[in-house]
């Protein structure tokens, strides 16, 4: 398609998305901060289909004088997923935001006021844990670096592990995960409000792109530990993490997985009521901590970015189609010890 037969770029895209089972919320977020760019650009006599690299970077030039960073980077993966879908469906020729992006990406979570939290601490934290379930949340968001709605809604099928433990439960691994053993995938496409194999979800996974996640010796560990007390769901889909308590056998939610952590980092020292983020440890925590230790080790942004859902389409098909060889052979070669 190309760009003359879109009169209104933003409004196709956010008819798309909303196709797509985009809440309401969602797509005004999205209308506003895209309208918005329209008009930035509109001031330089052009539009979101002829806009350059130039205007996006003046764009979030513009928006650091009037907001906060994080609001800033919000706006500009806003504009930048805008672009990534015109450009997949052939509506646009080009991102001018990606290398954009790409700048940004280096100086993600480099808060200097930010509590730092070393890989000893963490392991001191993680030997607090008693619970198998507990144990098993907290080290597959270390372990993973992936966010909270993610976690929550991964199922049975979405783990691959050798033993005879798993093999004990009816629900197959997914087809992506046939030849990739002792691995976490994590899908792309599911939204709060979708019905996914026959529940509704009430979060979003965020990536850009699906991706699989090795779970090492550790992580493995605290999974069939859960695995060996886990309940029976009440959930066609099979979720991976259930809860133990009032809603036994239901799937745990966002909302219970901060709780579990926030009263574990209070109990640590690591949370205090009417504490920012950048004091108080919490799952989001978890994802700076996988990110700053793990691309320290690795030196490799490119391996640290695909696990962390974050990565460009034109840089993780490499990683996709060499998965075995290069992300499980850095990850396992880096990937820190929490015992």
């Known amino acids: 398609m190309s760009t003359d037969a879109v009169e209104d770029p933003v409004a196709y895209f956010l008819q798309d998305i909303e196709y797509h089972g985009r809440s309401e919320r969602t797509r005004t977020a999205y209308e506003r901060v895209l309208r918005q760019f329209e008009r930035f650009v509109a001031t330089e006599s052009a539009t979101p289909a002829t806009a350059t ?11 650091r004088e009037q907001y906060a960073p994080s609001t800033v980077a919000t706006y500009a993966t806003y504009v930048h997923r805008f672009y990534d ?8 020729d080009g991102n001018p935001m990606a ?18 939290v070393s890989v000893a601490g963490m392991r001191e ?31 049975l099928r979405d783990l ?41 979800r009430e979060a979003s996974n965020k990536r850009k792109r699906a991706t699989v996640i090795p779970v090492d010796d550790e992580l493995r560990h605290e999974l069939e530990r859960w695995l060996a007390i886990r309940p029976n769901s009440r959930s066609p889909a099979e979720p991976l993490f259930l809860d133990t308590g009032e809603s036994w056998g239901r799937r745990l939610t966002t909302g219970q997985v901060r709780t579990v952590v926030r009263r574990h980092a209070e109990a640590h020292g690591w949370h205090r009521e009417g504490g920012g983020a950048s004091e108080n440890v919490t799952p989001h925590y978890f994802r700076h901590f996988f990110t700053t230790h793990l691309r320290d080790r690795t030196g490799d942004r490119g391996v640290v970015k695909y696990l962390r859902g974050d990565v460009a389409t034109d840089i993780i098909d490499t ?11 850095v990850y396992e070669a880096n990937v820190y010890s929490l015992r």
């Open 125 to 155: 934290f993680v030997a607090a844990l008693d619970h198998p379930l507990e144990r098993a949340l907290v080290v597959t968001l270390l372990k993973t670096g992936m966010r909270v709605g993610e976690l929550v809604n991964l199922d």
């Open 53 to 63: 690299q130039r205007h996006c970077l003046a764009f979030v030039h513009d928006l």
């Open 160 to 200: 691959s592990l050798d033993g005879e433990l798993r093999a004990g439960y009816r629900v197959e691994p997914r087809p992506q995960l046939d030849t990739r053993p002792n691995s976490l995938y994590v899908d792309s496409e599911v939204t709060r409000g979708s019905v996914v194999d026959g529940e509704q």
């Open 85 to 92: 879908y015109m450009l997949q469906t052939e509506t646009f």
């Open 99 to 116: 290398l954009v992006m790409a700048e940004m990406d280096e100086s993600i979570d480099t808060d200097p006021t930010r509590r730092e």
């Open 319 to 329: 990683y996709t189609h060499d998965w075995g060889n290069r992300v499980r052979e």
